[in-house]
């Protein structure tokens, strides 16, 4: 999995970074195969504004923005965010892979 953090006239201390690492690692749990994940980190004119772009194999990609005044509360909300779609992602592969329930089959009495 390829990891970019980008950041434009915001300064990440390495708290932070590791902060958003370890959220990334975290987000293998839900097993899918996440090939890419951009987070691209910039200041506006009221707070901070960032985005998750997370490239998934033979899946449309995930894009999560989020903008706060508070930087740590941003990146807080996004990961959330991001969380709350990949699991729901992953639910449906689930769903599909165990078919459907005309598929099972009954039993004779």
């Given at each position: 999995m390829?990891?970019?953090?980008r950041?434009?006239?915001?300064?990440?201390?390495?708290?932070t970074?590791?902060?958003?690492e370890?959220?990334?690692?975290?987000?293998?749990?839900?097993?899918?195969?996440?090939?890419?994940?951009n987070?691209n980190?910039g200041s506006?004119?009221?707070?901070?504004?960032i985005?998750f772009?997370?490239h998934?194999a033979?899946a449309?990609?995930?894009?999560?923005?989020?903008n706060?005044?508070?930087l740590?509360t941003?990146?807080?909300?996004?990961?959330?965010?991001?969380?709350?779609?990949?699991?729901r992602?992953?639910?449906?592969?689930?769903?599909?892979q165990t078919?459907s329930?005309?598929d099972?089959e009954?039993?004779?009495?």
């Amino acid at each position: 999995m390829n990891v970019q953090i980008r950041t434009k006239d915001v300064n990440l201390n390495p708290h932070t970074k590791g902060h958003i690492e370890a959220a990334i690692e975290a987000f293998k749990k839900f097993q899918l195969d996440i090939t890419t994940v951009n987070v691209n980190i910039g200041s506006e004119k009221k707070g901070v504004s960032i985005e998750f772009d997370i490239h998934i194999a033979h899946a449309q990609p995930v894009v999560i923005n989020q903008n706060d005044d508070n930087l740590d509360t941003a990146i807080d909300l996004a990961i959330d965010r991001a969380s709350k779609a990949l699991r729901r992602l992953h639910t449906k592969v689930i769903e599909k892979q165990t078919g459907s329930v005309k598929d099972l089959e009954t039993l004779d009495a």
